[in-house]
């Protein structure tokens, strides 16, 4: 089966732009954990851009900072063409609508005490969208979109299964008819036969309520798969961003390297005896509050030079529309 | 070397009967990498609980079967037998490394208890056989860390205490459940290839369980695939990607994007959801999501089909008078391709 892509990336909007972001958690009077620090990207109307990085690398914390569930240290949030700080009254209201999240674990972003009516109509009932019959019928028409049976409608989340709560969860993002969604590792509680559902579930909402996603994920399979284009953070920096393809087929950054060799493969069941090239990275991610000089990725680095040490590297495009931070491109 | 016949474990709760593991069997060969997969409430770590006498516990009950260990059974000992096998012939490995170390005790010492336990070395040779093992297990710094308390310990760090608490007697035998699974990609990478380094080593035989295919692929020989309780294919790893003969483990390998996945493509999910376990199906626990699913399917457990050497499937599919299908017709495509 075939899916058309929403043909929208032509017109090569931005939805989404972030300027040298930065989110601090200070930990004491001097020091504070730089859990993103100095990150620029922009998602494009339409599309799907993946973030990946492994845990502490401050990938949910720019999902939050984005959604304004928590206050940015520093830095430019610019949606559709304005900066998301500078939207005032009613126009902050259409905003706050039109970006939605999506959450993790649905057992524990899901109100227990709630019935399914309340929780799909919690963004109604807080936009004011619709009352009393309407308000329901809005309900019944996003359960049925999601894949959920209607009649369940006074059930409380404990009589679910674990994808049928992530589809309330994603009932309630979409019952207010958003525009972007930031989707924060929606399918990693779930079971590998119920991941598939979900994701295809995610591609047939974006097509029919023309979403543009931020899919936050460590899964790199699962992201090459749903993505346009992949940004690949590390202990708060952004590395790489390249289109979905181009990152994994003509990978630039030594991290990204790493982290795409050990992805297990079912391939190599079929062939044991060839030997798979894994690039074992060497320890464990640096402790963030005291991240090294230069470049953070250097004291595990199999490429590490001089230069990694003193000098932190910029993002510059190294290939057309592949951007990298390394020092190993510096032309 | 193990073996697993007939294991039937049933848990009491106030809802009714759980009928956890079903009609369990299979065996590990020394020096043998086994991995156990399956979703959330297959059985897969009831059934190795089992097998590391971790399950009696008072509402959970063994009402069928037999395990045995170079051919004594674990499910007779006493105790008191129990706890010489438990840590030197067998040893278990958890998911979590954070709950399952004691906080308040010093790595180096709660590695040293296993070896106290189960050897009469003096007390200076048990600090040198602890830093033998701490660097064996590939932690920097033994001398330092042996000193250290768990919380000092990274996430991947931590997993490899505990594999090294597991090695202090040179087990025969390691149960590793979901080792791997609260780490990341990199880190992972790391400990899968400790667990192979081990294998090769020291011919020490390995139960993995985990859910992620891909880890199977990579460091497993043989595969048990669960579901909902019961083993609904058994298979070397080599086949079982290529030739799944189970429609649960073709819907499993299906269901997965790999790198090489065509965007366009869509995912071929597993529809529905697995059985309820207090009252599962009468004949076979897949049939409600099945796509082949055959009037005999939903009121007779089918029984085990060897469909090739080695490669065992519990479906109705492979029975002959099941006709030519999906299943059995690729294996007659394959024998055509070897001649």
């Known amino acids: ?331 | 070397m193990l073996e697993v016949n007939h294991l039937d474990v049933v848990f009491r709760t106030y809802g009714g009967e759980v009928k956890a593991v079903r009609d369990v069997s299979f065996h590990v060969d020394h020096g043998e990498i086994v991995a156990i997969v399956g979703e959330s409430g297959s059985g897969k770590s009831v059934t190795v609980k089992t097998i590391a006498g971790l399950m009696q516990s008072e509402n959970a009950e063994i009402r069928n079967g037999n395990v045995l260990l170079n051919g004594t059974d674990l499910l007779k000992m006493t105790e008191k037998e129990l706890r010489k096998v438990k840590g030197s012939t067998m040893t278990m490995v958890f998911q979590d490394s954070m709950t399952s170390l004691n906080p308040t005790m010093k790595v180096g010492k709660q590695i040293e208890e296993s070896i106290k336990e189960h050897t009469g070395l003096s007390k200076s040779e048990r600090k040198d056989k602890v830093i033998t093992i701490l660097k064996q297990v590939g932690i920097p710094n033994p001398e330092l860390r042996a000193e250290q308390y768990p919380h000092e310990f990274s996430g991947g760090m931590r997993q490899r205490v505990m594999i090294a608490i597991a090695l202090a007697c040179n087990p025969e035998l390691l149960i590793a459940d979901e080792p791997t699974t609260a780490l990341d990609v990199t880190i992972q990478a790391q400990i899968l290839d400790l667990l192979k380094g081990l294998q090769a080593n020291y011919n020490t035989s390995i139960i993995l369980i985990t859910h992620d295919l891909g880890v199977v692929a990579e460091t497993a020989k043989k595969v048990i695939v669960m579901y909902a309780g019961m083993v609904v294919e058994k298979a070397p790893v080599d086949q079982i990607f290529k030739h799944p003969g189970h429609p649960y483990t073709e819907g499993l390998i299906n269901s997965m994007p790999d790198v090489s996945t065509d965007k366009n493509e869509r995912l071929i999910p597993i529809e529905g959801s697995p059985p309820d376990l207090f009252s599962p199906p009468t004949g076979c626990p897949f049939v409600s999501r099945c796509k082949y699913a055959m009037e005999v399917c939903e009121h007779h457990i089918p029984p085990e089909f060897e469909v090739k050497y080695n490669h065992f499937s519990r479906c109705w599919l492979h029975d002959e008078r099941a006709g030519v299908n999906h299943f059995n017709a690729n294996k007659e495509g394959e024998e055509t391709d070897q001649k």
């Open chain 1, 1 to 331: 089966m075939q899916i058309k892509r929403v043909k929208k990336l032509t017109k090569n909007k931005k939805i989404l732009e972030v300027k040298n972001l930065k989110k601090y958690f200070p930990q004491n009077k001097t020091e504070s954990v730089k859990a993103v620090d100095d990150v620029s990207f922009h998602v494009l109307e339409g599309e799907t851009f993946g973030l990946v990085g492994e845990s502490g690398s401050g990938k949910s914390t720019l999902g939050k900072v984005i959604t304004g569930i928590i206050p940015a240290t520093e830095g430019e949030i610019i949606y559709n063409g304005q900066l998301l700080d500078s939207y005032k009254g009613n126009e902050k209201k259409r905003v706050n609508r039109e970006i939605q999240m999506i959450f993790q674990d649905p057992q524990s972003s899901l109100n227990p005490r709630m019935r399914i009516l309340d929780i799909i109509a919690e963004g109604i009932d807080a936009h004011k969208l619709a009352l009393g019959k309407k308000r329901k019928e809005a309900v019944y028409a996003t359960m049925q979109q999601v894949g959920l049976n209607p009649d369940f409608i006074k059930r409380y989340p404990r009589e679910f299964s674990g994808g049928q709560r992530q589809r309330i969860g994603i009932a309630r993002a979409i019952a207010v008819d958003p525009k972007f969604i930031v989707a924060d590792e929606p399918i990693s509680a779930l079971d590998v036969s119920i991941q598939a559902q979900v994701i295809n579930l995610f591609e047939d909402l974006k097509k029919e309520n023309e979403l543009t996603y931020l899919f936050i994920a460590h899964d790199l399979s699962m992201v090459k798969y749903i993505s346009d284009r992949v940004g690949v953070m590390y202990l708060g920096k952004i590395m790489e961003i390249a289109k979905s393809e181009d990152l994994f087929e003509n990978t630039l950054h030594p991290y990204t390297k790493a982290l795409i060799s050990a992805i297990p493969n079912i391939e190599s069941a079929n062939n044991p005896k060839k030997e798979n090239g894994r690039i074992l990275l060497e320890g464990d991610p640096p402790n963030p509050l005291h991240p090294p000089s230069g470049c953070r990725f250097r004291k595990r680095c199999p490429l590490a030079m001089d230069i990694c040490k003193e000098q932190v590297p910029q993002m510059r495009e190294a290939e057309k529309d592949h951007w990298v931070a390394c020092h190993l491109y510096n032309k």
